[in-house]
């Protein structure tokens, strides 16, 4: 006999093997059964949830969406998340913001670069106007420089004020005692041209103004109108004004005229 551990021959009967001492005496165990090379494991069982074998399912995506199976040949796009469309509501607030901007600066711009002429143009209206309409001391003050009705009375301006419009009430009752209301009409007032005070204009103003300005202007005028029931037309009306800060005032101390005529050249003077 021999042993089934290491096949080393062995008497017969004996109970152990002289050389590694397994025991002999029983039957050795089967050996566990070896694969067949042609043995092919079966697949675990396919979950409900999958589809059948054999048929192909379109993947979704996390929105829900189904995305078609690749064509040979075709790159697949990553999956990114749609872009946000930009808001309509938005880009119409911006645009209307900038149209309010600009048109705010042709504003601006207006008023500064005809600022003069408007001034000019409302005094004559208001000295006409003031024989027909009973005007108030604001409105009055409203053409005179900051200051300056304060220090060419000596009051303060809320005196200055009342004792203006005394002057005004006592004024229109005149008018209309009179008769004089439908004796001034004003018909027309265009600008002809203006220029800039000289420097030596400007000198001898800041010498008698009792008010600060930046600048100061004469403005010339063609003003048609009705002056105590007959019609005139001024062709050179000559009104000067002065800028303090931003606004226009009349210069008070030349206010409204007649432009004077430019005296003759030396050469054209009549002996």
């Not at 913001?97 to 601006?108: E, H, P, R, S, Y």
């Not at 004020?161 to 004003?186: P, T």
Request: contains cysteine; hydrophobic residues 35%.
């Amino acid at each position: 006999m021999y042993c089934y551990n290491c096949g080393k021959q062995l008497p017969d009967g004996s109970a152990f093997c002289t050389n590694c001492g397994t025991k002999v005496g029983e039957a050795a165990p089967a050996p566990a059964p070896q694969p067949s090379p042609d043995y092919v494991p079966e697949p675990p069982p396919i979950p409900d949830t999958a589809p059948a074998p054999g048929y192909y399912t379109e993947p979704q995506q996390p929105n829900g969406t189904v995305q078609s199976a690749p064509m040979m040949g075709q790159v697949i796009p990553p999956a990114y998340p749609p872009a946000k469309k930009k808001s309509k509501k938005k880009a119409i607030i911006l645009s209307v913001i900038a149209l309010l901007l600009v048109a705010a600066i042709g504003i601006c711009a207006y008023l500064w670069f005809t600022g003069a002429k408007r001034k000019a143009v409302d005094a004559v209206k208001f000295d006409i106007e003031a024989y027909t309409t009973h005007m108030t001391a604001d409105k009055c003050c409203s053409f005179y420089p900051p200051g300056y009705l304060e220090k060419a009375s000596g009051m303060t301006l809320e005196e200055a004020k009342a004792e203006l419009q005394k002057r005004l009430d006592q004024q229109y009752e005149y008018v209309q005692q009179n008769g004089y209301a439908d004796q001034f009409k004003l018909y027309s007032c265009d600008v002809v041209s203006e220029r800039s005070y000289s420097a030596e204009e400007l000198e001898d103003l800041r010498d008698e103004a009792d008010f600060k300005f930046d600048e100061a202007k004469v403005v010339i005028m063609k003003v048609h109108a009705m002056i105590e029931g007959e019609d005139k037309t001024f062709e050179k009306l000559e009104a000067h004004v002065v800028r303090c800060g931003l606004k226009w005032y009349i210069n008070p101390y030349m206010g409204i005229s007649e432009a004077k005529e430019e005296a003759p050249a030396y050469e054209d003077w009549d002996y």
